[in-house]
């Protein structure tokens, strides 16, 4: 017996203390470095399920302030969509809803997005609104489903989500996402593969991180693309969103956060 009770304390004692939980993995990857301003160039191609592209120029600036994080994105090209601009107020706390605006030069108008209309696609594209701002983490139940698995030679946690019970119907409503799955890299805590079921259709959305690599010290992803499948696992859909020249830490001015600054364009 104090054999078998020395080896259960062995055991106990080489447990990794240090492991952390789904949600703490989660934040980590949430709370990661993206210093306090960026500025970076991006480029949208749109692909349908025949192949044929649409090719959009954007560029994007953003900012932080104490609890919200300001972003601002415009469109330069094609003629179709020039002037077009997306301004977001990502606020710290989940019990504040973020802020969107749409500036749609064609009716001159700006535009905000309500909460129930952020599951909808921004600009043609399979990423919503939801996935430009990020969803609220205390919306959502975390699991490890792998403690391990290999994706491209970067060893990940997968970690499991699903809707609170106690918000689930408004998380399905404002969202339509049932349940997720992310790959996270265990040695950056960068969000390498996502996916998403859908409430509608039997659809699956299926996200992949292209080109991590350090900028100016800063863990940073050179190429998101975002496809649409549908319950037979067919792309109907798929938007590659492509970052350039980006610098972290310049001079951003505050005045480029406004509606009226959307107006005015770039």
Request: glycine share 6%; charged share 30%.
């Amino acid at each position: 017996m104090k054999r078998i009770a020395s080896v259960a304390l062995l055991l106990l004692w080489s447990l990794p203390l240090w492991a952390l939980t789904p949600k703490e993995i989660v934040i980590k990857a949430d709370q990661l470095d993206d210093g306090e301003t960026s500025i970076s160039e991006l480029t949208m191609t749109l692909i349908d399920d025949k192949g044929q592209k649409r090719i959009r120029q954007m560029k994007g600036y953003r900012k932080d302030y104490p609890g919200e994080t300001k972003s601002i994105n415009f469109f330069m090209s094609p003629a179709d969509v020039r002037n077009t601009a997306l301004l977001s107020y990502d606020y710290d706390d989940d019990a504040k809803d973020d802020d969107n605006w749409l500036y749609l030069p064609a009716l001159r108008k700006v535009k905000r997005i309500a909460s129930g209309n952020k599951k909808d696609s921004f600009m043609g594209s399979d990423f919503s609104y939801h996935d430009m701002n990020g969803l609220k983490i205390e919306d959502w139940d975390y699991s490890m489903v792998k403690e391990s698995e290999m994706v491209e030679g970067n060893d990940c946690w997968v970690i499991g989500s699903v809707p609170k019970k106690e918000v689930e119907k408004e998380v399905l409503r404002d969202t339509e996402y049932a349940k997720r799955l992310a790959w996270i890299r265990k040695d950056n805590y960068v969000v390498i593969r996502g996916k998403v079921w859908l409430t509608k259709g039997g659809r699956v959305k299926m996200l992949q991180a292209r080109g991590v690599k350090q900028v100016q010290g800063i863990w940073t992803i050179s190429e998101l693309e975002m496809s649409t499948l549908d319950r037979q696992g067919a792309v109907e859909h798929s938007t590659i969103l492509k970052f350039d020249n980006i610098k972290y830490n310049e001079g951003v001015e505050n005045n480029l956060f406004t509606t009226q600054r959307m107006e005015q364009g770039l």
